[in-house]
């Protein structure tokens, strides 16, 4: 039963163009092809990314956050509640007003004391800003890197300049050395986001990003099996060119740098429509859908391939829309924020109450919803 599965998922006509088979991929005459078994590395790199992760945002950017006086604000703690808690935890983070009526008389609090705990306890679980710093800092330097190790591993290339180069002598290419860690450090990386999903920080695309995660593993596996290998250089190459923008003008939003943070989000912004909502859609994807089928009739990974890249650019469309109203906020005079971002909650009602309650926690202690907690521990006098 298993080895059906097995053969018929690898059967040649599903993968690869009429007329060849896997044995025509397979190593000979010094000649080195990609292959499926050479993914299995990505699993331990990712939980290597994790560790080096782990221990950058520990040595290296905790101190710069320091550096940069990055502070979090005061959070007014929630008083401990049974029933608010089970809740909050069983049923709804954003209450009804009749589910706050009902709570209000179990737990003997007013409507507005309920709202206010609700609304302390949701700031609660939400990331602090320093949690935020670090992980755009790890994913900057990555990005980075990655883009410029790319680039030097292109930039010599036909293909980089000649897109018809892409297909030449296709599928019998031979693997490059640049290529194969281009291709395997790329995918231990996303391997990693995927794993780390659950404790990064949330915000309101999440289910994008995880289709999005989901959708570049599988292409970039699927592209290194059949060896599209060059289509896949140049498409992680593109992708990697705007993301390191984006990371740095968070890390500088986060330390308070705003202006900063805003020059280098419309550079970020002109980058990432120029790459993803022109360069993808008119160069890349013209490259996958047309040069292929000069050569070989279409087949099922042709198809398979292509609408990978078309989910890729249905996601560039909806981030280009976060991204053009970010812009547009900056244009019309308001610092740009990350769209994605769950917000403070404040009520404009107790603004001032709540910024009085937070000096007060940095003066005499914690608060519990609207009062001072009592510090029993005097010194006592004989």
Same mark, same amino acid.
């Given at each position: ?11 040649? +006509? ?13 190593? /000979? ?27 950058? !945002? ?16 005061? /959070? ?42 609700? /609304? ?5 679980? /939400? ?11 790890? +994913? ?184 053009? +109203? ?33 000096? !007060? ?22």
């Amino acid at each position: 039963m298993l080895l059906t599965i097995y053969d018929w998922f690898w059967w040649d +006509r599903l993968w690869l163009p009429y007329n060849l088979t896997w044995t025509d991929l397979e190593d /000979r005459d010094g000649r080195v092809y990609a292959k499926a078994s050479d993914l299995w590395i990505t699993l331990p790199l990712a939980l290597l990314f994790l560790v080096v992760r782990q221990a950058f !945002e520990l040595y290296v950017a905790t101190p710069l956050a320091n550096l940069l006086n990055v502070k979090d604000k005061v /959070r007014l703690k929630a008083t401990p509640n049974t029933v608010l808690e089970d809740f909050y935890i069983s049923t709804s983070k954003h209450p009804k007003q009749l589910d706050i009526e009902a709570l209000s008389k179990k737990a003997g609090y007013s409507l507005r004391q309920v709202e206010r705990w609700f /609304r302390r306890r949701r700031n609660q679980d /939400r990331p602090s800003l320093l949690k935020k710093f670090r992980e755009a800092s790890w +994913r900057f330097i990555f990005y980075l890197i990655a883009f410029i190790a790319g680039l030097a591993a292109l930039i010599d290339k036909p293909w980089f300049y000649d897109l018809k180069e892409v297909w030449k002598g296709f599928p019998t290419l031979t693997l490059l050395p640049s290529q194969y860690w281009y291709y395997m450090i790329e995918l231990g990386f996303y391997w990693s986001l995927l794993f780390s999903v659950a404790s990064d920080v949330k915000r309101k695309d999440f289910k994008e990003q995880i289709i999005h995660h989901l959708a570049t593993i599988i292409l970039i596996s699927f592209s290194w099996c059949v060896n599209y290998i060059r289509a896949g250089t140049l498409i992680m190459l593109v992708h990697d060119s705007a993301d390191y923008l984006l990371e740095s003008a968070k890390m500088f939003n986060y330390a308070g740098w705003k202006n900063t943070c805003n020059a280098i989000f419309i550079v970020f912004a002109a980058v990432f429509i120029i790459t993803r909502l022109v360069i993808f859609p008119f160069w890349i994807l013209h490259c996958t859908w047309v040069y292929p089928t000069e050569l070989y009739p279409p087949f099922f990974g042709y198809y398979f391939f292509n609408g990978l890249l078309a989910v890729l650019q249905l996601l560039h469309i909806f981030w280009a829309c976060l991204i053009l +109203r970010m812009a547009w906020k900056f244009i019309t005079g308001n610092y740009v924020e990350d769209e994605r971002s769950d917000r403070e909650e404040t009520d404009n009602s107790e603004e001032g109450e709540e910024e009085k309650e937070a000096k !007060e926690v940095q003066k005499n202690g914690p608060v519990s919803n609207g009062h001072l907690a009592l510090n029993n521990n005097h010194r006592k006098t004989e």
